[in-house]
């Protein structure tokens, strides 16, 4: 459902105001900048990461939990949503917004991560992508119009164009290229096919590893009037220095675009770190999600395991000066306990924790930004990312 | 943890005050009765309905959902607590309440219902009944004085003393006057046991069906120095006729008795109503959480069955007038998503109204006990609490 305009925080006729607030120093120390993107449903501050609503809810958390955990703005996922409970009855139920009872800002993505993800159940042609549910093995089609069509039934505040991404470090040069000319010529489909006044649309970058072609996809992205520039093609089977070159590639040519970049499914506080260093303003991931199901908590320099034995007896809460759920009111014996006898409560707990681990990352982030103490404060908010050894897993799409 | 004795309700050196506000009318139309009970944790108006914790947390609620969902008191399962994980571990860290970060008064059961019931795991003697560990298969022994230390550690406001008992209608004669006998004795070695200052004990009236065993256990109970008086037996394989006449010997006998009535393992809510109706303070039961993860919401008059089809598009709120997280926020077809996506916060919503409504209509019971009008509502409750074929299914130990 569209927001009401009379409460709408943008000017009429606008679905998206993006406004660096603190430009990148001039010494060329980092590209990491702090804005706010203005949406039909409010404010988002950046850099920002979105939470991963997969099936209309953020696995375990309630509207509330997110709320509380400081989450502005979610992501959907068009390819779940159109399959279970379908896009058209969720138009008519009002939207995705009033259908899970989230009133502020939302981004779906196209789809096109993960039909293309399934190497066995697809096939792709010029048009588009004709692959079976992982539901019922049905068939279904995916083209840039039908990707549209679908996120404005859902009605985020922005929508994807639909893209082909492949994986960066096991792909030819041949395949990338291949992809990213398909990618380019379903954006200018995606541009055609969107009419929805009050949604943004945002368009991929891909090109894979290749500097020439990840530095072609970028020049031919951000020639068309997308509202935002979505990365793609990367937190997939690249090293992290492989990551970090092709993101200097795109974000060298964006230095004087005024719109907002999102690196699609990264992934670990210290991957987030490292590019919003290099100029990134918005990310997804379903780790943490997928980690607090596991039994895996975040802390400040680390990460602890409640199914490990010595957390059984341990009175400390998780994190001292974390302000979660978890840690306000628990202690890690009873959050091992949880775990140990398959309570539903422990999923919800350790997701809130790690949610709100990452959120307030993000906005110690911004605050050094805002002060410009960045540049100076990066060792130690590398050194509070870092999760010996959780960097930087390839995460499979969900 | 004993409760902070300068914020206990109670005057010093004693574990519970039991106060009838309102008695039961002259004209003996109803034996129902509004009260209060004063804990080391604070009051419980009765009639009063207990979630049940078995693992030290009310399955898929937080703390929050059940302060939210107006519960004031609930029980731990003592056996499940026992052997996971382990009593004196609670007690290391600070016993039940602190562990669970529940402030409100606690009732742990004796273990009895959950050893007694394993028919092939266990053996019963005179002194005791030795089990084996429904979780690795090791064996246990529990005896008056084994449960009673147990449950000291967990710390309760509200301990039981250890009984046998037996399935109400398939059990012979011989059998329920033997267990009866066995639970006598074991509620005098209880007694003995108990120690604890700050935290009450009460007895359990056996005799199954058997007018005589029935009154017979409930004489002996109610001449031993108790803080007060569980029924149990029932709630088994009895029907609905059959377990109301044993209520109707039991608390014949208790009507000149001080002390708050405690029917163990009811049930659906029509049950409670009839149980209220003869004189019942207090129940407890794991059916409205069960039903709940099957699917099942119960309204005013009716269940629903979310994995039907007609509430996919359903935008209506489960329960128009409901005040619970559910029909605050979400409609019947958001809950049906959930379900069919196998969501977690399907677990918690349908949890969530569940309590709600079942705490609501004991509310709505006192307020009828309270304003004298409760013979004159009875018609209108009983139509409220009719889950049309919810009723008096024999609920498994959890």
């Known amino acids: 459902m569209a927001a009401d305009p009379d409460h709408s925080p943008l000017d009429g006729g606008t679905p998206i105001r993006f406004d660096v607030d603190v430009a990148p120093p001039a010494d060329g120390s980092t590209r990491a900048r702090a804005g706010r993107m203005t949406l039909p ?47 058209e009855r969720i138009a008519r139920l009002g939207g995705l917004h009033e259908f899970m009872a989230w009133d502020r800002p939302i981004l779906t993505d196209s789809g096109g991560f993960q039909v293309v993800s399934m190497d066995e159940l697809r096939k792709i042609d010029d048009d588009g992508v004709t692959f079976q549910s ?144 290099r100029g990134v303003d918005l990310f997804d991931s379903v780790l943490r999600a997928r980690v607090a199901r596991n039994g895996q908590v975040w802390v400040p320099g680390g990460r602890l395991n409640m199914r490990n034995a010595q957390f059984v007896e341990d009175r400390r809460p998780v994190q001292e000066s974390c302000r979660c759920l978890l840690c306000r009111n628990f202690s890690r014996a009873y959050l091992s306990h949880l775990f140990r006898a398959e309570e539903l409560l422990a ?43 959780a960097r930087a897993s390839p995460v499979q799409p969900e």
């Open 347 to 389: 999923y919800r707990l350790a997701t809130c924790h790690n949610m709100t681990f990452t959120l307030d990352f993000m906005a110690e982030i911004r605050v050094a930004l805002r002060t410009g103490t960045f540049s100076d404060r990066l060792p130690g908010l590398r050194a509070w990312a870092l999760l010996s050894g």
């Open 134 to 277: 992982h539901l019922d093995g049905s068939y279904h089609r995916f083209t840039p119009e039908v990707s549209i069509a679908v996120q404005e039934a859902l009605g985020a505040d922005i929508a994807v164009a639909f893209d082909q991404p492949v994986r960066p470090a096991s792909s030819t040069r041949e395949q990338v290229a291949e992809a990213s000319a398909r990618t380019n010529r379903w954006a200018e489909r995606s541009l055609r096919a969107h009419s929805r006044p009050d949604q943004a649309l945002f368009g991929i970058v891909q090109g894979g590893l290749d500097p020439e072609l990840r530095a072609e996809s970028t020049r031919f992205m951000t020639s068309l009037p997308f509202d935002g520039i979505c990365i793609g093609g990367l937190a997939g089977d690249e090293t992290p220095a492989q990551r970090e070159a092709a993101l200097d590639v795109a974000v060298g040519l964006l230095q004087d675009d005024p719109r907002p970049r999102y690196l699609m499914g990264l992934g670990s506080p210290a991957d987030l770190l490292e590019a919003v260093h």
């Open 41 to 87: 449903h409010g404010v988002v501050e950046t850099p920002q990461f979105m939470p991963v609503g997969t099936n209309a809810t953020v696995k375990a958390l309630s509207p509330d939990d997110l709320r509380e955990a400081g989450a502005t703005i979610i992501l959907g996922n068009t390819y779940h949503l159109y399959l279970r409970p379908g896009h």
